[in-house]
């Protein structure tokens, strides 16, 4: 081979591996080795308005800080949720005791309200307030009011009630697959429209696992899709105390899910009625020891009718958003 041929070996050869290693705008590293030492650097790194997701990788390691999120199109993605943890310890009520009420900085990541298209990927979020004082009161990992917020891959765990907290009311659209979620009273509790796939759930808590806030518009749903549900002996599914929409496609139960529909509870002191009345949807749902009939195939009941097929994100969103898109644009870049 000829000099000149080599080098054009050589050339294509390191054209070939620019182009397909990851392309990272940031990297977070404990050590020194990344772009930063800490996420919340990398973070306030992203322009304010970014045309494309401003995509920060985070170098396996514990991060016990408490991120404020404040920039749209922004991908956080870790190595893997068993070695890329955000842990901090934070209760709900001592933060807003310090701060007049105000929930912004009450969690471990919170996401402000201009925020939109935020994804965070292979990583666990930890509130751990609860392991270490054996309080179980409202300890959030993840908290927020922005919108089109994607999970993939995550672990978000807390020590206490309300772990996963999306709270944009009127407008907020959230998607989730292939995560872990666990916590006391409420663990995923959104309002607005939400898509969950693929997923776990563990509840420690004898009130509900899931809760829901619908009550701006009768279209809000929280679809639940090819998942598993566990938690200690007697653990209630869900319950909400404003009008929301379960919809349950393929669903597993362990043999510890108490036999307990879900539930208005008009004990709460902020309870509504439901103006649109009890719209809880079931196909192919099951309890490993036996089924109950409250979660009988019931889709023949949905107003206009529903299929199974039908369940899908773009259904969800109302064609408003396509998740599934982000996350291959993402991941184009990152594999």
Known sequence: MTRHGHILLLLAAFVSETLSAPRYDAVVARDG?????????????????????????VKKGV??????????????????????????????????????G?????????????????????LTVYNNYGALSGVRDHQFAVWGKGTRI?????????????????????????????????GWVDFVCPRGWCYITRSSFYGHNLTASLWHDGSADPDQKFVIVDSRFDGVSGFPLGRHHRDGQFIFVNAVFSSAMAD????????????????WGRRHYYHNCHREGGDFAWFADNFDRYPGGLTPDAVTPQWTFGGRWDPERTLR???ERIR
Not at 153 to 159: G, N, Q
Not at 260 to 275: D, E, F, G, L, V
Request: glycine fraction near 6%; aromatic fraction near 10%; charge should be negative.
């Open 33 to 57: 080795s990344g772009t930063v030492r800490t996420i919340q650097a990398a973070l306030d790194l992203a322009p304010s308005r970014g045309a494309e997701p401003f995509i920060i990788f």
């Open 63 to 100: 991060y016990n800080e408490k991120l404020f999120v404040t920039k749209s199109n922004v991908a956080l993605v870790g190595e893997h949720p068993d070695s890329t943890m955000i842990v901090f310890a934070e209760l709900r009520r001592d933060w807003n005791a310090s701060m007049k």
């Open 102 to 122: 105000n929930d912004w900085g009450t969690a471990v990541v919170n996401i402000d309200s201009s925020v939109t298209d935020l994804t965070l990927m292979r």
């Open 150 to 182: 994607i999970l993939q891959e995550c672990r978000v765990v807390s020590e206490g009630g309300d772990a996963l907290s999306l709270w944009n009311e009127r407008n907020g659209m959230y998607y989730h697959a292939e995560c872990r979620f666990e």
């Open 260 to 275: 307990s529909a879900i539930a208005y509870p008009s004990y709460s002191p902020n309870a509504r009625p439901w103006t």
């Open 329 to 331: 644009t993402i991941n």
